[in-house]
């Protein structure tokens, strides 16, 4: 009886094992199946995300291309602009070559007037020249920008008279001191005025009109009207001085205000370069004498004071140079020779290379034929080329 109930016991528990496992085991298959949902779900939804990420990668790419395109176009345009700017540039300079400036035959008629009406006062006499220089400039040969120095305004300059190597310097347009180096390479290389010799006059300088000749600085004071003070650079005296005999004197250069009397030097000697209410629309002109100060002729000449930032003589004609209120290309636009020899239409317009604003002095040495041009702060030098004046 015992091992029979053993055995129904027995097959009873197995039974319920069985049961047990068959739940178990149905249970872990629901299980997988909402894990196998949730990863298919997962899976959905991650493919969702990479194309929608590829889809945003395409189009930033696609953007990014025409952004580049559109770069290079505008790269292009910019380019061809600037093309089209410098030949229009040098289309204007051809023309302005092609037409001089009618103001200076237009005037030229009523000087002739004024010769006959002045004559007796040794106003606009013909001049007889003391040199056969009969030079005339044709172009700037070459150009050398030396440093940047001092203000906006100045000028420098050389003894054209003897064999003195050293470079004078007035910095700005009023002032007592001028500075002194002892040759051009000490100049361009100093980068400050400490190791310049300093000369202080008795008297401040104003304007940019000065000049060193001859072992003497000549150079201009106000005081109530316009002085040439001639000053002996070797014992540091003044010589001599004289009040300009020119009355209600205006700017001489239109565009460099403090500019009232210029003297300068060419290979004939000295001139003063001024102006004057009573002829206030051009600039005129005198002979200097070195010596005395004395006013030896005085012409009314036919350049217009307006757009004038500059002048220089060269072999006794004079050469104004003019540029615009916003700075562009300086140019001799205007020419008169004392002598009559050269005429306007003779002359060559000459033209300076673009730099950096207007000049505010040029200063022609006639024993090296070269300018020395302060022009917006930088010290250039310009080489000129010579042509002979051909005789009238
Ligand atoms: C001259 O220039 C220097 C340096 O710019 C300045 O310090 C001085 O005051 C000026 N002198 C006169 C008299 O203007
Ligand atoms: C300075 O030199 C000049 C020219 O040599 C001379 O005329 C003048 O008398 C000298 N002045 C003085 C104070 O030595």
């Not at 249970?27 to 949902?37: C, D, N, P, W």
């Not at 290389?189 to 009109?209: D, Q």
């Not at 004079?318 to 009559?340: H, I, M």
């Amino acid at each position: 009886m015992a091992p029979r109930l053993c055995l129904l016991l027995g097959a009873l528990l197995a039974g319920a094992l069985d049961a047990q496992q068959q739940q178990f085991m149905e249970y872990m298959e629901r299980r997988l199946a909402v894990l196998e949902e949730r990863i298919a779900q997962w899976h959905d939804q991650s493919s969702r995300y990479s194309t929608e990420l590829r889809d945003f990668k395409n189009q930033v790419i696609t953007m990014m291309e025409n952004m580049e395109k559109e770069r290079e176009r505008l790269h292009t345009e910019v380019e061809t602009t600037a093309v089209r700017v410098e030949r229009l540039e040098r289309e204007v300079d051809y023309l302005e070559t092609q037409n001089p400036a009618p103001p200076c035959v237009e005037v030229d008629e009523k000087l002739v007037e004024n010769q006959v009406a002045t004559a007796k006062q040794r106003k606009n006499e013909k001049y007889d020249k003391l040199t056969d220089c009969s030079d005339t400039i044709s172009q700037v040969k070459a150009m050398k920008i030396l440093k940047r120095f001092g203000s906006t305004a100045g000028l420098w300059t050389k003894d054209p008279v003897g064999t003195s190597e050293k470079i004078y310097v007035f910095d700005g347009t009023a002032n007592d001191t001028v500075y002194v180096f002892p040759r051009m390479r000490e100049f361009t290389l100093f980068s400050a005025t400490r190791k310049a010799a300093r000369i202080k006059l008795p008297h401040p300088w104003v304007g940019t009109g000065h000049l060193v000749y001859g072992g003497h600085l000549y150079y201009i004071r106000q005081h109530g009207t316009f002085q040439v003070i001639k000053f002996n650079l070797a014992n540091k005296t003044i010589v001599d001085s004289s009040v300009f005999p020119a009355e209600e004197q205006i700017p001489v250069f239109g565009l460099s205000a403090f500019n009232y009397i210029d003297v300068v030097a060419d290979e004939e000697g000295l001139w003063a370069i001024y102006a004057t209410k009573e002829n206030e629309k051009n600039i005129c002109l005198a002979k200097l004498d070195p010596r005395s100060l004395d006013i030896e002729q005085m012409w009314d000449t036919p350049c217009p004071r307006e757009n004038a930032e500059s002048a220089f003589v060269v072999c006794g004609t004079l050469y104004v140079v003019y540029n615009t209120r916003l700075p562009s290309r300086s140019r001799v636009q205007c020419v008169f020779d004392v002598s009559g020899t050269l005429s306007s239409e003779d002359a060559s317009l000459v033209y300076f290379p673009k730099r950096y604003g207007s000049h505010s002095s040029m200063k022609y040495n006639p024993k090296e034929r070269h300018i020395y041009a302060w022009d917006d702060g930088y010290q250039i030098i310009y080489r000129m080329e010579m042509k002979k004046k051909t005789e009238v």
